[in-house]
Structure formats: C-alpha cells, structure tokens
C-alpha cells in the first residue's frame, strides 16, 4: 500500500470521494483514506457509460475480501466513460487511488455543485 | 451466568503487540480484535505456503474434572467422548434438546477424568452455565478457565517444524494434545487448527503469552487477522457459529451429522436421530460463484435459500460460500442463483472442501 496522500487539485467529498473536474467533465474515485479503510479491493464491475449519476447517492460498489461498500457520487450527472481496466487488475485502486484507479467519467449537470466539495485540506480536517 | 448488561471491550494479552504492528483492530464477540495486518490475501496466502499465527485468545475455555466427566461430557456433547483417548481431541455440537445447535466445540482429554473444552467467545458464557446447570447429579466440576488461557494458532505446511525448532519435546500429532514447553514457557500444545492446513494451537497462560508470540515472529511466522482466519476456513468449508449454523438448525441439516453419535444418548439425540431418519428440509452446501462477483452472508438464493457465509477465496480468484438450500437441490453439480445486491451471480454447489489443501 502506498503511503497517505491528498492531492491539492482535488476536489473532495466527505463521504471519501474525489473528483477532478475539467471543461464540465469530472473524473471521480475514492480517496486514500477509503482505500485504506476498504482494504484491497477483489471487485470492481464499472456502472454502465449513461447511467445518471445523482451527487450524495450511490452509482456503484467496490468490494474487498470482507465487505463491499458503496462509492458515493460526489457530483451529479451522466457517465460517459468507465474505467474498464479496473475489471481485471482491482487492486489499482488501491495502487493508485488518483490516476490509474480512477473509476468513472462523469459529464456534469450541475457544474456549481462544486462549490460545496472540500479542498484537501478542509477533507484531510474531516479525518483527524 | 450470562452477562446481561454491555460492557466494555475486552482486550488479549498480545493487544499492544497488534497495535505495534499497525494492525487494523476491530470489534469481535466482545474484544477487540486485529482483522489484518498487512492485507487478508498476503496473510491467507502466507498460511497456505508456509506459516502464519493467529492471536485466538478471544475463545473460552471450559474444564470438566471429577470422577463423573466423562459420564457428564458424553450427556451434553454430541460425539463419542469415550472414543478420546487421554491426550486426544474430539470435535463435537452442543445441543439443545431439541437439537438446535449452541455451539461447536473441541474437548481435550488431559487425563482420564479431566477434559479441556474450546468455546466460541460469543457463546462462552452460555456454554458455561449450560454445562453447570446440567451437571447436578453427576460427581464433576464444571470450571470457567477462559481468563485462564490466552491462546495462538500457529498454522500452515511449515508451522510444525517452526514450532518444533522452539519446543522441549515433539509435539502432538493431529488430533492430539500434550504439555510442553515453547520458547521455554510451559503450556498445553494441541493438534489442530481451522484453516486446513496443518499446525498447532497453544494454550499458555496470558501472562507469558507475548513470550511466545516473539518467539514465533522471531522464527520467520507471519501475523495473521480474522480475516484471513474467515477466508481460509470458508475455504476449506468449517463452520462459524452465528453463520452457518445457530440454535434455529440441526447438526444434520449444517452437514454436522458425522459428529453425532445418537446411541450415546446425548441431550438432543432423540432430534437428531429423527432429522437424520427423516431427512430436512434444507441442507447446508458450499457454492462458488462461476462468474464475476462475491456473495455475502444474507443474500438470497433463488427457488429458496440463503447465504450464510460469502467471501472472495484468495487461492480460487473467485467468490465462494455456504448457504442453505432446499435438500433436493444441495447435490454437487448443482447450478444455483444468488441474488447479489440485485444482480443475479450464476453459482454451482461444489463438493466440500472447496479448496483441497495438502494438509493435515
């Protein structure tokens, strides 16, 4: 496992989420701490390209080898991408928690929704 | 008695050396327990491939002793106490009379009217006054050892020869327990384990428990949680109380009925020997998933059932785990549907263990 870290352009959700937004599109995934509390994921099945996702709610699950937890939606919108590779080598997301094991693509429906996510410093205050 | 009231977490005489090693600690039958160290997988894999130690001191211990113990073990436990040979161990269910399972146990024979029983620290204190309220009327002493023993797993193909490296004397063989003295400290050395491979469980007195386990991370073992405890029996298909069976079902519809012996008139024998003559309506099978995903404890099976226990099976790459399905349906071959959070997981019940291991 790597050691903790909470990158400075990140945008953070409480729940343990990410998102790194860009021309209206965000990347999302789980944070160091998520990863670490999971322990190492054994599953990921991506959510499928289109699903509305729905900003503090649910879109898919991560499993490890003694429980599954829920990923929670830092913003609102449609998946246009999966990260696909992740159905064969899980355990990236515990590599790599903020670029290769990134989990979906998000197009935004509500671009001002960002402004009430955490920075990594108010996040990393949330876990002390 | 039974406690009654919640009290405060427990902690074993190994817990700062968990802390110390940064392992993850969580809530467990009352303790405080270390679930894993560096991950479930390296330390399930550790134990298949060489050895590995598990801190087990949550699990009660029982003594029976009088001229009557073997009398009073043979009317409470399910199996043939009278086959133990002194320094042998039995396995064995306690029953309610109507055969609904409380626990399951190891007794050791120490000697010919003294025996040592294994609890499930969940049911520790209602095994003990289950014990001590039928025991009036025989001549025997029903004693609650559990503060009395902290206790260590050593486990897997190489666990016999690094113990053995720090022992006085050989070790018991399997099924087998016996005094000895480990990195020089004098405890009970038993034959047996709950992970399928070989190796030995020490019974030592807490105080000198870090002692031992020293020693035995000295000699090369790897420390192991409760995780990689889960997976690797779930593997090779034990039983865990509270999962796979509880006092609602019977030793034969939990696949126990090899470890009853209803002519030895035991508290529940009449139940069990009328479910074993008339079959029940569902039975205990082991299942691995034939695709993607993990089934949990809880899930549905479709056409009746439930998953009693589900995980993903570091050696078999895949989702593997016991449930009760109807009996007519449990035959291994047998293609099943789990119902996984809302997304069916084709499974097929396979024979048990579902992972053969080499050993013991």
């Known amino acids: 496992m790597t050691d903790a870290s909470y990158p400075d352009d990140l945008l953070y959700h409480p729940e343990h989420d990410w998102a790194r937004v860009e021309d209206g599109v965000a990347t999302f995934g789980i944070t160091w701490y998520a990863q670490e509390a999971l322990g190492e994921v054994v599953f990921f099945e991506p959510p499928t390209v289109g699903t509305a996702v729905t900003k503090d709610e649910p879109y898919t699950e991560v499993e490890s080898v003694k429980a599954v937890s829920d990923v929670i939606a830092p913003l609102s919108g449609e998946i246009v991408e999966v990260n696909s590779a992740l159905a064969d080598k899980p355990e990236t997301i515990n590599d790599e928690p903020y670029s290769e094991g990134w989990l979906v693509k998000v197009k935004l429906s509500d671009p001002d929704e960002t402004s009430s996510l955490l920075d990594a410093t108010a996040y990393q205050a949330t876990l002390a | 008695m039974p406690s009654t009231a919640e ?65 009073f073990l043979q009317h409470v436990l399910s199996n043939d106490v009278r086959r133990i040979p002194k320094g042998g161990a039995q396995y064995s269910v306690l029953c309610r009379e109507d055969a609904g399972i409380l626990d399951d146990l190891f007794t050791y024979r120490l000697a010919d009217c003294e025996f040592l029983t294994v609890t499930n620290a969940a049911n520790h204190e209602r095994d003990l006054a289950w014990m001590q309220e039928r025991a009036d009327g025989f001549d025997v002493d029903v004693v609650d050892r559990a503060g009395d023993f902290a206790m260590l797993a050593v486990q897997g ?125 569902e039975k205990l099978a082991a299942f691995v998933i034939e695709g993607p995903g993990i089934a949990r404890q809880g899930n549905p099976i479709k056409g009746g059932g439930v998953v009693t226990s589900g995980t993903f099976s570091p050696c078999l790459e895949r989702g593997i785990g016991m449930g009760y399905v109807p009996s007519e349906g449990a035959a291994p071959g047998t293609q099943i549907e789990i119902d996984v959070r809302g997304t069916v997981r084709p499974a097929v019940i396979e024979r048990k263990p579902l992972y053969p291991t080499k050993g013991p």
């Open chain 2, 7 to 71: 009290t405060a977490l427990r902690r074993t005489p190994l817990y700062e050396r968990h802390a110390a090693a940064g392992a993850k600690i969580v809530p467990f039958a009352g303790w405080e327990m270390p679930v894993q160290y560096t991950g479930i997988r390296d330390e399930h894999l550790a134990v298949r491939r060489h050895v590995g130690v598990f801190d087990v001191s949550h699990m009660g211990e029982v003594q029976t002793c009088g001229p009557e113990a073997p009398s």
């Open chain 2, 157 to 281: 193909p190489a666990a016999r020869e690094l113990v053995a490296g720090l022992a006085d004397g050989p070790l018991p063989p399997r099924m087998h327990c016996c005094e000895r003295e480990i990195a020089g400290v004098a405890m009970l050395v038993c034959g047996t384990g709950y992970t399928g491979e070989d190796g030995v469980e020490l019974l030592v007195d807490p105080a000198r428990a870090t002692t031992v386990w020293d020693a035995l991370m000295g000699a090369g073992a790897t420390p192991c949680g409760l995780g990689a405890r889960d997976t690797l029996r779930l593997e090779v298909c034990f039983h865990l109380y509270g999962n796979d069976m509880d006092e609602r079902r019977n030793p034969i519809e939990a696949g126990l009925g090899w470890c009853c012996k209803e002519e030895t008139g035991f508290l529940g024998a009449e139940a069990v020997a009328a479910a074993r003559a008339a079959g029940t309506p």
